[in-house]
């Protein structure tokens, strides 16, 4: 009697792990449930949706589920990441943001959201080296020429950039100190406008992420004179990296990362970061990410939480020793 009681009690312990086991499973897979937000503080053609639209491609297709891209440019992409930062918190609305959110509590008097304080690092989506791209009708292709040209020429030249208080703004303010030169900058909405004036004549350069100039590079549109950093690319394997040129501290990269509004579900931060991990290695994405230059960090969120606080305090050193200012 005792025997059959006990396995009774065992068949019920089973069923019930079963049953547990696979409410687990479906409250894993829960999420998503419906279709995403994704606040891109940039407007379209930029840095940030060279990388923002192949992933939102591939998560539809992985998930079943569509990542919307909510493009919201203004103000170096502060207007965007306020925007975000009052998102009903529901695990339903994320925020790709950028290098150039670790530098905005620098350069802005008062922002309305706080970026270590309104939102949950979730994880690291891309670093990509700034590169120097001209347009070849303005200036000479060559470096050492272009450089020559600068120096007989102080503010006659001019550099676009994604808007004031980006890394593109203070990749050209690290390149005056460190060439002793000066040339005129010119903000934009967005590193897409700029991209376009550059190629249109209307400005002689840009220090951009490879991610939204390595098309038009391919293309002939505008070339590539240096990649930042001690070491060439190899998407580029033919452009001379900043150390061979003689700027051997010149270093600033270009990354790109996604944050959800601060009290988003655990569940919905956890899925997330399980689903890019898998989505990150897709061949499609590799493809992508390398034909950019790019590389994929594959940090937990708590991870990307130390990386931003180091990069904060990195780029306020910075925005002192150039005394960079909003245009």
């Not at 670790?102 to 970026?115: F, N, Q, R, T, V």
């Not at 391919?218 to 190899?234: D, H, S, T």
Request: charged share 15%.
């Amino acid at each position: 009697m005792t025997h059959n009681l006990d396995r009774r009690q065992w068949l019920q312990w089973g069923a019930g792990a079963l049953a547990s086991a696979h409410w687990g499973l479906h409250a894993q897979s829960a999420w998503p449930s419906k279709p995403l937000n994704v606040v891109v503080p940039f407007p379209a053609g930029g840095g940030t949706d060279a990388f923002a639209r192949p992933f939102a491609a591939q998560f539809a297709k992985m998930t079943g589920r569509q990542l919307v891209i909510d493009n919201r440019g203004g103000a170096g992409g502060t207007l965007g990441a306020g925007v975000a930062a009052k998102a009903v918190p529901d695990g339903y609305t994320l925020f790709m943001g950028a290098v150039h959110h670790s530098i905005a509590p620098s350069m802005y008097p008062k922002l309305d959201y706080d970026l270590e304080k309104d939102f949950i690092p979730l994880a690291l989506m891309a670093t990509v080296p700034q590169v120097l791209v001209v347009n070849p009708k303005n200036v000479p292709g060559d470096f050492k020429a272009f450089v020559e040209q600068v120096r007989k020429n102080p503010g006659r030249l001019n550099y676009g950039s994604a808007g004031g208080g980006t890394s593109h703004h203070l990749a050209g303010e690290l390149f005056k100190i460190q060439t002793k030169t000066f040339i005129t900058h010119i903000p934009y909405r967005g590193a897409g406008p700029a991209l376009q004036d550059l190629m249109a004549g209307n400005v002689d350069m840009m220090f951009d992420g490879l991610g939204s100039s390595a098309a038009h590079i391919k293309g002939g549109r505008i070339k590539a004179l240096m990649v930042a950093g001690a070491k060439r690319n190899a998407a580029f394997p033919d452009v001379p990296c900043a150390a061979e040129l003689g700027l051997p501290d010149y270093t600033v990269s270009t990354w790109y990362g996604m944050w959800a509004p601060k009290g988003t579900p655990a569940e919905a931060q956890a899925g997330f970061l399980d689903w890019s991990q898998k989505i990150a290695n897709a061949p499609e994405i590799k493809t992508a990410w390398a034909s950019n230059g790019a590389e994929y960090p594959n940090t937990t969120g708590a991870q990307f939480g130390a990386f931003i606080a180091a990069e904060i305090k990195r780029w306020a050193s910075v925005v002192k020793a150039s005394g960079a200012k909003l245009d």
